[in-house]
Every structure is written in C-alpha cells, then in structure tokens.
C-alpha cells in the first residue's frame, strides 16, 4: 500500500500542479511546433524546485486523431464528437484531481495557451473557418482570449464535482511570439502566490 | 519515448524510496519524451481510462516509428506503473510489447549503468 503523498506534509507543502501533456512530451505536437526534443524543461523543472508535485493531463489531440494530425483551430474542434472525446477523458483525470483536492493540496493548473484543446487564457482560430483541404499558414492562425475544448470540458466536469483549479495559467507556447524567458517569469509568480 | 512511474518525477511523494532525480534528468537530457502515469494513490475506478490512453500512446507511437519503453520501480504495487494491466491491454490487441525495466531501490540513486541499454 502506497501511502497518500503528502499525508505527512504541512499543509503548505501539499501542492500540486496539473499540466498539458506537451510539457512533458513535446512529440505529441503537431509536426514542426515542438520547441524542445522531449520535456520542456524550464517550465517543468521549475514547478519541481518550487516543490510542486506533477501531474501530467492526456493531450485529446494524440488520442483521437494520433501524431501525425494537421494542425487546426478550436472551430474545427469545437464540435459535439471532439467534445464528447474530452468529457471522456475528463471524467477519469478529474478523478486523480478530485483525490489531490480532498486531500487538502492546494491543485493547479498549467495548460498551453494558444492551444485549440490545451488552452486555459488563448486559444486559436481562424477567421473565416476553414474547411477542406489544408491550405492555410501559420500567419492566419488567430490567437484570441478564451480556453479550449479540452480544458473548457475538464473544467465543466470538475464543476459538476463542486472542484475547480485553485489557479490557472498557460504557456503561450503555440503563440508565434512566445518568449520561453518571459513565461518563466510568469510561471515563477504564478507558482509562488 | 518513455511511459514511467510517477516516482521518478515525483520523488518527493515517496518516503521509503531515495529523492533521486537522476533517471528524470537522464530523461531529459537524452531528449526522451515522458508519458508520466498518475501517482498509484490517486487513481481508483478511473484506472481504465489511464490504462487503455496509455496503450493507445503506445500503439501509436511504436507505430509511426518511434522507439518506446516502459520505466517501472520495483516494490511498488504494479511497480508504480500498472505494468501488469499496461502488458494485458497490450497483450489483448495483439501489438508487440514494448521494452520494459524495473528498477531496484538500490539502483535509483546511480541508474546510469543500468539504463545504458535503454536510454540511448
């Protein structure tokens, strides 16, 4: 029997942070948008010195259409069979979620901004939406506020437990000018407030 | 590619194993891509779920070439990875098994001999 983590920890210490799955494995993105061979390691060794517990969530995009999908927008996703997909795989992360809160730890969320499924602050689109065969550039991929259909439906799910992240952020790593130095900075102040 | 027990991300949460960080940073810094199981106190009836997405990564990625292996530590229950439920599913689609190794306590403070093999 493994005991509960943290079961003899100071409140304080009992943190955790729930992340995209891509921040772990940058071989689930899209071919050409990985920005590092397999962990990000600035973001994930970060939350590890800042004594954070981690947790890795399923990326949707691998499960349903696997490694070697187009790159889309949430228009295209956001459609009641991709949305059952993630209600799916929600129901069993929220699970491990749901533990790690009645538990007392303090859980959060990083996702990937910018992202149609994993974004929590941006997500993209694309104006008008497309169709058809794939012909678009990476220029007219439209990051705007909002979250994706992954993190929309896991939350809705947590919702129905009564649970939500106590907070939430995202590294903008699909946003074309992302700065790995800047979201550090981020990362480092939303980890420690 | 490397699917492995939560331990060797989260040391921290196990008080009768060593706070090694060297088979994650080995991980790392080989390049390796990790799919990290959940922490086996914090999954229940939702295990399924974890089990078939995780074989389901498996397939998928041995198929478009990619190599891939199973990391677990020995004495935890299903050495902290499920591996006996992982093996099942994978035996039940019929799909080659993936490398596999299970780590000793003894072996997780210096594990670079024995991952030689594997991490490459």
Redesign the interface.
């Given at each position: 029997?493994?005991?509960?983590?943290?079961k003899?920890k100071q409140d304080a210490q009992k943190r955790v942070v729930f992340v995209a799955h891509c921040l772990?494995?940058?071989?689930?993105k899209v071919a050409e948008f990985a920005r590092y061979?397999?962990?990000v390691?600035p973001i994930?060794?970060l939350a590890?010195q800042k004594?954070y517990?981690?947790?890795?969530l399923?990326c949707p995009e691998?499960?349903a259409m696997?490694?070697?999908r187009w790159w889309t927008t949430k228009d295209i996703y956001d459609n009641p069979g991709y949305r059952r997909h993630c209600a799916?795989?929600a129901?069993?992360?929220a699970?491990?979620i749901e533990?790690?809160a009645k538990n007392g730890y303090d859980v959060r969320l990083i996702g990937l901004d910018g992202s149609p499924s994993s974004g929590v602050r941006f997500t993209g689109t694309s104006e008008p939406i497309w169709g058809g065969r794939p012909n678009a550039t990476v220029e007219q991929y439209k990051i705007v506020p909002g979250k994706g259909v992954w993190i929309d439906e896991l939350e809705k799910e947590l919702s129905r437990r009564g649970l939500a992240f106590q907070k939430a952020t995202g590294v903008p790593m699909d946003d074309p000018t992302f700065s790995m130095e800047k979201s550090v900075r981020e990362i480092e102040q939303f980890l420690e407030e | 590619?490397a699917v492995v027990a939560d331990y060797y991300?989260?040391p921290?949460?196990?008080?009768r194993y060593p706070k090694s960080?060297r088979v994650y940073e080995k991980?790392?810094d080989?390049?390796?891509?990790?799919?990290?199981m959940?922490?086996?106190?914090?999954?229940?009836?939702?295990?399924?779920?974890?089990i078939v997405?995780t074989v389901?990564?498996i397939q998928?990625?041995a198929n478009?070439g990619?190599r891939v292996f199973v990391l677990g530590v020995e004495g935890?229950?299903g050495k902290g990875i499920w591996m006996n439920l992982i093996t099942k599913e994978v035996k039940k689609r019929g799909i080659p098994q993936p490398d596999a190794m299970v780590l000793k306590k003894t072996q997780l403070e210096e594990p670079e001999a024995v991952l030689e093999s594997l991490v490459k």
């Open positions: 029997m493994i005991p509960l983590p943290g003899k772990l494995n940058q071989n689930a061979p397999g962990v390691s994930v060794d590890r004594g517990a981690i947790e890795q399923p691998v499960l696997g490694i070697t799916g795989l129901k069993w992360t699970d491990v533990r790690y | 590619m991300v989260n921290q949460n196990y008080p960080n991980l790392r080989a390049g390796y891509g990790i799919i990290k959940p922490h086996p106190a914090m999954v229940g009836k939702g295990i399924e779920g974890w997405s389901d990564q998928e990625y478009r990619f935890l229950p």
